[in-house]
């Protein structure tokens, strides 16, 4: 997975960026969401044969380690996000990990980590959940069906992975190698109504760049135009309300691993200038 390396370099010399390291999220912050025998299973390499085939990634101190690091990026971009309005991780949207067990090359679920923290320094917040990746956010979703207070929205292949969806609190699942153009007009027609009906204070976006065209798993037919308006539509509604969002990487499979990279390096750019749009001169720049 060297897109995340790739991206950083595209996004070096932003100016309006900062970009900050991230620090492993502790694990009384894991264990909000993960059970303790999960974590212990996957630090001792001590996965189920099928266990390890269904995440996709060798188990060991290691990937507990990276993972770790990668919900920590997550929690580092929530506060940043409260202080400035719009922040980010280079990585995470893990959406497809459980309490316990892992799938998809999603080990943690860093949204899940970040918004029970959120929940225990904010009671009472009401926070959105936008899954514009190609696939079902099974795994979040799961883990908030019963919590009112957290609107899970997704957006993907109807019949793409995960094979057994978990409903969410509003799903939009499209026909296989739906076009650009249809993909826009059925977000535009559930994303913003949900989105004022629940009022949030806080949102996560888990953006995907496995919409496109050229992308091995996504299944869909999205251009780098219908990426720039699928940006521009998300950050229209989070701006407009002044909500707080923080922006995650999701999946990506471009068969020109580049353009992996170029694809969530433009919706970087685009969160960029948004924020210097609407939040700069209060705060410094967004991480
Ligand atoms: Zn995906």
Not at 8 to 27: F, G, H, N
Not at 69 to 82: S, Y
């Amino acid at each position: 997975m060297d897109k995340f390396w790739r991206t950083v370099e595209l996004l070096r010399e932003e100016p309006d960026l900062r970009i900050e390291w991230a620090q492993p999220a502790p694990r009384q912050d894991l264990l909000r969401v993960h059970s303790r025998a999960y974590l212990d299973r996957i630090f001792e390499g001590n996965l189920e044969r099928i266990e390890a085939i269904k995440l996709g990634l060798p188990a060991g101190p290691e990937l507990l380690a990276r993972s770790a690091l990668e919900v920590g990026g997550t929690l580092q971009a929530t506060v940043a996000a409260r202080r400035e309005g719009l922040a980010g991780n280079l990585a995470g949207g893990t959406h497809h990990a459980f309490a316990d067990r892992g799938l998809g090359y999603c080990v943690l679920n860093d949204v899940a980590v970040a918004i029970r923290r959120h929940q225990v320094e904010q009671p009472g917040s009401r926070i959105f959940v936008v899954d514009t990746d190609a696939h079902q956010g099974n795994g979040t979703h799961h883990l908030f069906a019963h919590d009112e207070t957290v609107f899970t929205y997704s957006i993907h292949g109807g019949k793409n992975y995960p094979a057994a969806k978990v409903p969410g609190s509003l799903d939009v699942p499209l026909p296989r190698f739906v076009s650009g153009h249809d993909y826009l007009e059925q977000l535009e027609s559930t994303l913003p109504d949900a989105f004022h009906d629940f009022a949030p204070d806080l949102c996560f976006w888990i953006a995907g760049a496995d919409l496109h065209r050229d992308d091995r798993f996504g299944q869909m037919r999205l251009d780098d135009r219908h990426f720039a308006a699928r940006d521009e539509l998300v950050l229209k509604l989070v701006t407009a309300r002044q909500t707080p969002t923080v922006v995650l990487f999701g999946g990506g499979y471009n068969r020109d691993r580049t353009h992996t990279a170029r694809l969530h390096a433009a919706t970087v750019i685009r969160c960029a200038q948004y924020w210097k749009k609407h939040y700069a001169g209060a705060t410094a720049p967004a991480p």
